[in-house]
């Protein structure tokens, strides 16, 4: 038993639990179907333990003659859990989505904040300083009584 399902844990299976199931595996557990998806043993179904392969339960039953009704049950039932996984994936990139405009939107709002406190900052480099500005109206006044003087004399 152990090497066929070290063969199809090689080759790769799906597994899909049956509602109508009635096989329990040797660890107590109810079984679920299994298909290999890789390897020599493609489409082969067989029941499984659900808690392989992170166990050391052995079970491996497979399912001889299944019926074409089995058979379009078995795809339909792989269909909504493909389905559903897509829908997991689906909201799992919507929440990033929502996380990373979030992100944006933070991010935004403080280049904004810099982009204002970058502007105050040149405002206050280009004005002149305050002793620059005190000096200007007596240089003005007294260039202007040195003309006067030097124009009387």
């Not at 009704?69 to 829908?87: A, G, H, N, R, S």
Request: glycine content about 4%; overall charge positive.
């Amino acid at each position: 038993m152990s090497t066929r399902k070290q063969n199809s844990h090689n080759s790769g299976c799906s597994a899909t639990s049956r509602r109508n199931s009635k096989v329990i595996c040797s660890c107590g557990n109810e079984a679920i179907l299994r298909t290999v998806k890789n390897g020599p043993n493609v489409g082969t179904k067989f029941y499984g333990c659900p808690l392989w392969p992170d166990t050391q339960c052995k079970m491996f039953k497979p399912i001889k003659g299944s019926s074409v009704v089995e058979d379009l049950q078995f795809q339909l039932l792989e269909k909504d859990t493909t389905i559903m996984e897509m829908e997991m994936l689906l909201e799992s990139k919507d929440e990033r989505i929502k996380r990373l405009q979030l992100k944006n939107n933070i991010l935004e709002e403080e280049n904004r904040e810099l982009r204002k406190g970058c502007c105050q900052f040149r405002i206050i480099e280009n004005k002149p300083p305050a002793n620059e500005q005190n000096f200007k109206m007596p240089f003005i006044i007294s260039l202007i009584l040195f003309v006067i003087m030097y124009c009387l004399k």
